[in-house]
């Protein structure tokens, strides 16, 4: 027994000191984040984007799942990949688990050379208390890979991994398109004020210091430029005009107002479980609204919602689950939405985003 325990003390300090050496040789991990550098339209003027969500396994990750994400990959050929949070779950017991979870999502892009970055979901952190990785640690592995764009995160803002990414355009010689990954975080606190949150939906909501954060580093962005670059924003949880665009209303739409709203917003794509939002509405969309850079913002987090609509000049949409490690639509249908979801830039475009696609499992007789 004592024996036993030791092994597993050695083990568990082992893969312990593997995180630590990715920590501490940072200007290595961040020395990977020169791949933001190789990011550029192509001759043509396009440029492709992939939108993996809710990949959401273990170590054992349902193989399925990476069916999808390279036939996905085969077919569409992008030039950039969002895992746009809840990459893993928090069923590992150990950090080598943890890693090897990691891998299993990473490998796909990697083996391709296609550029990729992650953002966090409300769930990356679960196993956190058992095998004490953190987000941040979770950021330098990513980062440790050849292909990944993910930037070093600022310890000045709330979450991990808000970042921008800017794409050259064809000739190399300017922005043409920025990609916000923003940390969207994980739950509400149990109470704010000796107030708890019964009758809320508890998970968490974008801080004031992160739209500070994007809205100063647009205005930076424009300066440099001169001219305000296109972009989208990824993050996990959706804002809560997800919510009003669909029933056009924020006062406890009906399917009457939906009907309105989708004419009015012209809405596609399904809905088929709450949207899932924080409790607060902390003014992102009102300052990307001000900002006029942001043409469309795209989450996950409610797996079996697919729908995208114009919401005053911005796209909201989601992207439906990749993972079928994770719930469904349940029944003989439950793996009716797994996807992606598939941008269409052209830099000669106005706003640039052309369209934008959900592709199926289905669609490639995996289910």
């Given at each position: ?46 440029y492709k984007i992939v939108q993996f969500n809710d990949t959401q396994d273990d170590e ?246 697919t729908f995208v609509g114009n919401y005053y000049g911005i796209m909201l949409g989601y ?13 003989e249908e439950d793996h009716k939405l797994r996807g992606a979801r598939v941008f269409h ?23």
């Amino acid at each position: 027994m004592i024996k036993r325990t030791l092994i597993g003390i050695i083990s568990t300090i082992s893969i312990a000191a593997l995180f630590m050496f990715i920590q501490v040789q940072d200007n290595t991990v961040q020395g990977k984040t020169k791949e933001n550098e190789k990011l550029q339209f192509n001759e043509n003027g396009k440029y492709k984007i992939v939108q993996f969500n809710d990949t959401q396994d273990d170590e054992e990750i349902d193989p399925r799942t990476i069916e999808l994400m390279n036939a996905v990959l085969d077919e569409q050929q992008p030039d950039l990949v969002i895992v746009n949070g809840d990459v893993i779950n928090g069923d590992m017991e150990t950090a080598e688990e943890v890693k090897q979870a990691m891998d299993n999502v990473i490998q796909p892009m990697e083996e391709r050379g296609i550029h990729w970055a992650v953002t966090f979901g409300n769930h990356d952190e679960d196993h956190t208390e058992k095998t004490g990785i953190d987000e941040e640690d979770m950021l330098n592995y990513y980062m440790s890979f050849e292909h990944n764009v993910n930037k070093a995160d600022s310890k000045d803002i709330t979450g991990t991994g808000n970042a921008n990414v800017a794409i050259k355009n064809s000739k190399g010689n300017a922005p043409a398109f920025n990609v916000w990954l923003f940390d969207s975080g994980r739950y509400a606190p149990e109470e704010i004020a000796g107030q708890d949150f019964e009758g809320y939906h508890t998970w968490d909501w974008i801080k004031q210091d992160q739209i500070q954060w994007y809205t100063e580093t647009s205005e930076k962005l424009e300066q440099t430029a001169g001219y305000k670059v296109p972009s989208l924003a990824f993050m996990h949880i959706p804002l809560p005009e997800f919510e009003y665009m669909w029933y056009g209303s924020p006062y406890g739409g009906t399917e009457e107002s939906h009907q309105l709203a989708v004419e009015r917003h012209n809405i596609t794509g399904e809905r088929n479980e709450c949207i899932c939002t924080g409790p607060f509405n902390s003014g992102l969309f009102s300052a990307m609204l001000d900002r006029g850079d942001v043409k469309g913002v795209f989450s996950g987090h409610d797996h079996i919602n697919t729908f995208v609509g114009n919401y005053y000049g911005i796209m909201l949409g989601y992207a439906g689950s990749t993972g079928f490690g994770t719930y469904g639509l349940g029944g003989e249908e439950d793996h009716k939405l797994r996807g992606a979801r598939v941008f269409h830039l052209d830099e000669n475009a106005e706003g640039v985003v052309v369209d934008t696609e959900m592709v199926f499992a289905k669609d490639y007789g995996i289910q």
